[in-house]
């Protein structure tokens, strides 16, 4: 139950790197809200074309014709809900960090301590992999050059920092500087998952030995901060 609530808990981590081009770009909100069924359908039928458009086309082809056609709308409906372009990327990245909040949220009453250093590396390890494993086409798209807005990207940073605390919550009384090994490792674990999703074509070896072996190594740094008790 510890383990899976921590996984959950990481399932929510923004699976893609803010990539920033030129100057920051600013938040662009939805030119209205969808008040009834109807419109919240069209909207998350927009959301959900814009995804696929970005996977198909990448950054540079992602247009709000294209999403429009892929979508079955006129792009005049799409301009009730979207300014542009922009405003559309950050409405899927934010529905993403919405999944995510709110299984953080779930997860928080049944994240108790004490776990073993083994369970809690178990459950980081598996809980990186099952987020890059979601949907891994969008993930490597939305780690390219998309240019999130400074808000999209502040609120991902937030959720970061939420996650390494509930790590270190973990780790109070076990390590001597908690937060410190807590964020390395999310930090590691996250880089070196990213990466294997990231480098896909040739990845050296399979999902299970990465696991095992990530393990391994950062079970072994856990218990090597580990005083023995007299």
């Given at each position: 139950m510890l383990a899976h609530s921590i996984e959950s808990l990481l399932s929510f981590r923004l699976g893609f790197r803010m990539a920033t081009t030129g100057r920051r770009r600013r938040s662009q909100a939805l030119v209205r809200k969808p008040k009834q069924d109807r419109a919240r359908h069209t909207v998350a039928t927009l959301l959900e074309a814009a995804a696929r458009v970005l996977v198909e086309r990448g950054w540079d082809g992602f247009n709000?014709?294209?999403v429009a056609a892929r979508a079955g709308v006129s792009i005049?409906?799409?301009y009730e809900y979207f300014p542009n372009k922009q405003a559309l990327v950050d409405a899927v990245a934010n529905e993403h960090l919405a999944r995510g909040q709110?299984?953080?949220e779930q997860s928080q009453a049944d994240d108790r301590p004490p776990m073993t250093l083994e369970q809690l590396v178990h459950a980081l390890v598996q809980g990186f992999v099952?987020?890059?494993r979601d949907d891994p086409d969008l993930h490597r798209a939305l780690s390219g050059t998309v240019p999130l807005s400074s808000r999209v990207t502040a609120r991902a940073r937030q959720l970061l920092a939420a996650t390494v605390t509930?790590?270190?919550h973990h780790l109070r009384g076990v390590v001597r500087q908690p937060k410190l090994v807590g964020t390395l490792l999310v930090e590691t674990t996250d880089a070196v998952v990213h990466r294997w999703v990231i480098d896909h074509e040739g990845k050296p070896v399979s999902e299970r030995s990465l696991s095992m072996e990530l393990e391994r190594m950062l079970?072994?740094?856990?218990?090597?901060?580990?005083e023995p008790r007299l």
């Open positions: 709000t014709n294209a005049g409906s799409l709110a299984m953080l099952k987020i890059h509930r790590v270190e079970a072994a740094y856990l218990n090597s901060l580990v």
